[in-house]
């Protein structure tokens, strides 16, 4: 038996201590990297293996293009419990897909390699976005990514006392620490945190003017500048490509988002109006 949805911020109520630190970050190095992947394999672990092969203690990529065999796949949905304020649903299952657009954090779990995946693709003439299992992730094409490898600096789950959820936390990796260097920062933001607000925070940490900002997290609802708004309390979205603070100096996040009830939203964030619902888990890098 699911608990009702919230139908306003005040009835959104984490069941731990607030944490003190709502803007947690760490520099890092953050390098480009194009990684050829075969048809056939387990993404999460083939990953793994190239992260340790290139030195790196994380990696920010994107999954836009990939073609993928059947996979599991999870949506937002009310919590399951009188404890966490939203869950997933019972999983699902694709087909297989071509991804239009998808964000992929890597970082460790438990000691292993571990990818929290966020995508959007169509399917049988309906669109989804949803929160892919990753350990059901293979590809069936031979097909290129790119993103970001990190060093210096690592996404590690753990549990986390506020939500009662385990998340990405960022730390220091000092054994990839190298003498490039720092052009960028990870970050999560903790929950009620505006996606807007705390970016712009973050790259003052980083003191840059211009910045690309790429992840994913959970936002309870938002309004957009170029389109209609999310007026749902529970979703998760992706951050599109083009997000970062430009040569205009303007802060634009483009998003993609679904809401608990299926509903699909593209759009670019209108400040103070997107507070983060769980966890949101941030690349913000220097452009040169």
Request: glycine content about 8%; overall charge negative.
């Amino acid at each position: 038996m699911r608990r009702p949805a919230p139908l306003s911020l005040s009835q959104i109520r984490h069941p731990g201590p607030k944490s003190t630190d709502r803007h947690p970050f760490v520099l890092c190095n953050a390098t480009p990297v194009k990684i050829d992947l075969p048809a056939g394999v387990q993404l999460q672990s083939f990953l793994g293996t190239w992260a340790e092969e290139s030195g790196f203690a994380s990696a920010i990529l994107n999954f836009k293009s990939l073609r993928l065999k059947s996979f599991d796949y999870v949506m937002p949905d009310r919590a399951a419990d009188d404890r966490h304020v939203a869950w997933y649903s019972e999983t699902r299952r694709s087909a297989g897909a071509y991804l239009d657009d998808s964000v992929a954090v890597l970082g460790r779990r438990d000691g292993n390699w571990f990818a929290h995946v966020h995508a959007y693709w169509s399917e049988q003439g309906a669109n989804h976005l949803g929160h892919l299992l990753p350990h059901t992730i293979e590809t069936s094409d031979r097909s290129q990514i790119t993103g970001w490898g990190l060093k210096g600096a690592m996404f590690e789950a753990a549990e986390d006392p506020e939500t009662e959820f385990t998340l990405f936390r960022v730390k220091e990796h000092p054994e990839t620490s190298t003498q490039e260097p720092v052009n960028a920062l990870i970050a999560t933001l903790a929950p009620f945190e505006d996606l807007s607000a705390g970016v712009e925070k973050l790259a003052e940490k980083l003191t840059a003017r211009r910045y690309g900002v790429h992840g994913l997290g959970s936002l309870a609802g938002t309004e957009f500048l170029d389109s209609s708004p999310m007026t749902g309390l529970i979703s998760e979205i992706l951050l599109l490509p083009e997000a970062g603070c430009h040569d205009d100096n303007q802060l634009s996040l483009p998003v993609r988002c679904v809401d608990l009830e299926g509903n699909l939203f593209r759009g670019t964030v209108k400040p103070n109006t997107a507070p983060t619902l769980v966890t949101c888990e941030l690349l913000i890098k220097k452009l040169d």
